[in-house]
């Protein structure tokens, strides 16, 4: 037994529970007999079963253990978790694996968990007033974690449903847990908790490496084999996904670099258009375009107000240096977007509006209605205008696991554009086209939506 530790009747400690605890609301409730182990400075273990059966340290009546400063623990676990130990830490808590559940756990400081954090059921609540941090969260639905600070949580995982997200791509829980905290019968997996606790208490790690690159797409074909300046990748630009039917041009912005491509054209003012591509960065504006005789001709002006353009036709080295980089940048783009817009078709999409069951859930704006799939929310927005007289085309929603969201918009007739909404963000985002485990993230989220769908309507 720690020589540091003092046990006192839970009510003599009544100015030391943090505001909002249980124990501030109901340490009145509780007689002489009923014990707290109070640690007045920093303490360090190596493992704290929080257990009735083997109540910590050694006193039957314990019902909470509070440590007045930081808590560093490698292993924090208890099985039952219809009711357990509180504990109560004043300070930081530092532990290598959490697998708790039945008692309130409350941190006034931040929380950092080198490995697992697991809460089971719903006898149990963790509350963490500064940051938490977690290599991986395995949670059921039911337990609580109210985090006042930053959350960093960059795996989780839900048992229910087996599934959960990594790194912002969805995966699955074999693929983050070991075998042996999973029961696997013909195919149907499910998770053990108490197998999970005797893993942590043996001091063993319940994970895989979750820190290993994930697999992400890999294209059949490349649609720009090569960066040449010249009239064939102009040509295969304006041919390119971007390029919405009946459009003589499309833009975007990446990395602060605009680009316009436009095929040969007259405006709508009468004025004939070259077959081109137009870039500024922060320093200058570009021209490039496809002259009669299938030559390309190169401008260059610097961003400063009443600066002329110039010819760098031919120039070579340091003229065309930052146009080069700028011009690997719009094909790589390019490739990102035919590598993934093709793969979600507008005619799938505007069925989906068309069914019966959908079009009762399509709502305009506000409205929460939606399909649970028991791990992800799918919310389904119908075309409308705005107030300000503004049309808002139709889109699909899918919260994830991590509360970020995937927006697949019919905003034309030849792709479903995507955004993106980080967690805990209330404006939704341009996905960049450069950002390649964001794209294969929406491609996964909107393959298992189109799995679910064709469960639920068919």
């Known amino acids: 037994m720690d020589k540091n530790v003092q046990f006192m009747p839970i009510s003599k400690l009544a100015g ?38 083997q109540p910590f340290p050694e006193q039957k009546e314990v019902l909470l253990i509070m440590v007045d400063g930081n808590f560093t623990v490698e292993h924090l676990y208890n099985k039952e978790t219809d009711g357990a130990i509180g504990l109560i830490v004043n300070g930081n808590l530092n532990a290598k694996n959490i697998t708790v559940g039945g008692q309130e756990i409350l941190v006034s400081g931040n929380a950092m968990v080198e490995g697992v954090l697991c809460g089971s059921y719903n006898h149990g609540e963790m509350i963490v007033k500064g ?33 959960g997200v990594c790194q912002e791509l969805p995966i699955t829980i074999q693929e983050v847990l070991i075998d042996e905290v999973l029961d ?67 833009q975007f912005v990446e990395q602060g670099v605009f680009f316009k491509a436009q095929v040969k054209h007259v405006d709508a003012d009468g004025e004939e258009r ?59 783009c390019v490739n990102m977007a035919e590598l993934y817009l093709r793969n979600i078709e507008v005619k799938f999409v505007q069925d989906i509006f068309q069914h019966p069951d959908i079009e009762e859930l399509a709502y305009e704006e506000e409205e929460e209605d939606g399909l649970w799939d028991g791990s992800k929310y799918y919310t389904f927005r119908k075309a409308y205008v705005d107030e300000d007289g503004d049309s808002r085309p139709a889109r699909i929603e899918i919260k994830t696991l991590d509360e970020a969201y ?11 554009a995507r955004h993106y909404q980080p967690p805990d963000v209330c404006d939704l985002q341009d996905m960049s086209l450069l950002n390649l485990r964001r ?17 639920k309507i068919g």
């Open 16 to 53: 030391k529970y943090p505001e909002g605890s249980w124990w501030a609301k109901f340490y009145g409730d509780f007689g002489e007999d009923q014990l707290v182990a109070y640690y007045g400075e920093d303490l360090t273990l190596t493992s704290l079963n929080l257990d009735w059966e």
């Open 131 to 163: 940051n938490l941090e977690a290599a991986v969260l395995v949670q059921d639905d039911e337990y609580k974690i109210n985090v006042g600070g930053r959350k960093t949580i960059p795996c989780i995982i839900n048992v229910w449903e087996g599934d």
């Open 184 to 250: 696997i019968d013909e195919g149907e997996i499910e998770f053990s908790f108490c197998t999970l606790v005797n893993v942590i208490a043996e001091g063993r790690s319940p994970l895989k490496n979750v820190n290993d690159p994930l697999a992400v797409k890999k294209p059949d074909s490349v649609y720009f084999t090569h960066n040449t300046i010249n009239e064939e990748n102009i040509l295969k630009l304006t041919q390119c996904i971007l390029m919405e039917k009946n459009k003589p041009a499309f």
């Open 274 to 332: 070259d077959l081109s591509v137009y870039m500024k960065d922060s320093r200058h504006h570009y021209y490039i375009w496809v002259e009669s005789d299938h030559s390309v001709g190169l401008l260059r002006r610097t961003v400063e107000e009443g600066s002329e353009w110039e010819s760098i036709t031919g120039e070579s080295q340091e003229p065309l240096a930052e146009l080069g980089a700028c011009w690997t940048m719009l094909l790589t």
């Open 406 to 416: 995937y927006f697949y918009t019919l905003d034309n007739d030849t792709y479903v």
């Open 439 to 455: 794209w294969e993230a929406s491609e996964q989220y909107f393959t298992r939506f189109k799995e679910f769908m064709a469960e």
